[in-house]
Nanobody, 121 residues
Framework: QLQLVESGGGLVEDGGSLRLSCAAS????????MGWFRQAPGKEREFVAAISWSGGTTNVADSVKGRFTISRGNAKNTVYLQMNSLKPEDTAVYYC??????????????WGQGTQVTVSS
């Protein structure tokens, strides 16, 4: 089992920034591709960004492209989501996920419990 714990969420004003972290434990973190998804109330879970095991390949949703950046530190068993120029529509619970491929759909093997991001207008 791979355990994932997100942190860094919170309340921020429109135009602000947050950095989410996802710490992994239990298995070799460097073997897994990592993804970030989000889910707003009443909506389906939505792809945000993903990164390959090496960090050499990234994929970012069009809705956040140019504002959000995904990165990873394999030595620290952590994946990050830097979120800049936040908008109220970015408000959601953000989840990190681990799997064997860089996917834009939620077919990942492991999931964290989520962290709330709220952007006030």
């Amino acid at each position: 089992q791979l355990q994932l714990v997100e942190s860094g969420g919170g309340l921020v004003e429109d135009g602000g920034s947050l950095r989410l972290s996802c710490a992994a434990s239990g298995r070799t973190f460097g073997n897994y591709a990592m993804g970030w998804f989000r889910q707003a109330p009443g909506k389906e879970r939505e792809f945000v960004a993903a990164i390959s095991w090496s960090g050499g390949t990234t994929n970012v949703a069009d809705s956040v492209k140019g504002r959000f950046t995904i990165s990873r530190g394999n030595a620290k068993n952590t994946v990050y989501l830097q979120m800049n120029s936040l908008k109220p529509e970015d408000t959601a619970v953000y989840y990190c996920a681990a799997g064997f491929h860089v996917l834009t759909t939620p077919e990942y093997n492991y999931w964290g419990q989520g962290t709330q991001v709220t952007v006030s207008s």
